[in-house]
């Protein structure tokens, strides 16, 4: 009779936990589902001309529901920003660990950041827009986040100095800045639509990866 009642409560338990964790799945499918159209309609209508409403209708969810998992649009963008600039900071640091010279870690963290926006084109433009050119940029959560970039490739830098790679007279933490600024404005341009891609488009990011890179290292002359 006991061993009837236990298996009972087991498989009550089960239940429970299966049904905790089906909800669980659901409520992270709303949330990545939220983000996604937010990311959209950012990207089209700007966030200052975006409303809760906009982003709602383009997930095709209820208006309400949006604010059962965030607070207000800003918490929304905030959110976008943390978690895709967070993957972001993975794959550098990753390129950062390894065994390879500075030089080919310069590469990959260039071809990185400019398939990105072959990749997620609505992110980027959200980024160098709604984030990066606006006074909220300056918010010291955000500037901490950041700065873990500029940490790391200022890493990569002072390594290449130790290993004898790069010229001792040098400043890592300038020259990571002077790097991360072309990179910069060469996927601004991107964004704008400034510059025209010819041919293969995945051909061209690997040649401007290499470009922006040679021209660190390697200067004009």
Not at 17 to 45: C, P, Q, S, Y
Not at 56 to 80: M, P, R, S
Not at 181 to 199: A, P, Q, S
Request: with cysteine; charged share 30%; proline share 1%.
């Amino acid at each position: 009779m006991n061993d009837s009642r236990n298996l009972e409560s087991q498989m009550s338990d089960g239940a429970r936990e299966k049904a905790m964790h089906d909800r669980t799945e659901r409520g992270a499918d709303k949330r990545r589902l939220i983000l996604d159209a937010a990311i959209t309609v950012f990207a089209n209508k700007g966030y200052h001309a975006t409303r809760i409403s906009d982003i709602a209708q383009h997930a095709e969810i209820a208006y309400g529901l949006v604010y059962h998992y965030f607070k207000n649009k800003e918490k929304i963008l905030d959110t976008i920003f943390l978690e895709r600039w967070g993957g972001f900071i993975d794959a550098v640091q990753a390129i950062a660990d390894d065994e390879r010279g500075v030089e080919e870690k310069l590469l990959s963290i260039a071809a990185v950041t400019l398939t990105a926006y072959r990749r997620r084109p609505e992110w980027v433009k959200i980024l160098v827009f709604e984030i990066q050119r606006t006074q909220r940029f300056a918010d010291p959560d955000r500037v901490r986040v950041v700065g873990q970039l500029f940490q790391l490739i200022t890493r990569i830098l002072r390594e290449g100095q130790e290993r004898g790679e790069l010229r001792e007279d040098l400043d890592p933490a300038l020259a990571c800045s002077i790097f991360i600024g072309g990179l910069d404005i060469v996927v601004t341009n991107r964004v704008l639509d400034l510059v025209k891609i010819e041919g293969d488009e995945n051909a061209y990011y690997v040649k401007i990866a290499r470009t922006v890179v040679d021209l660190f290292l390697n200067g004009m002359g």
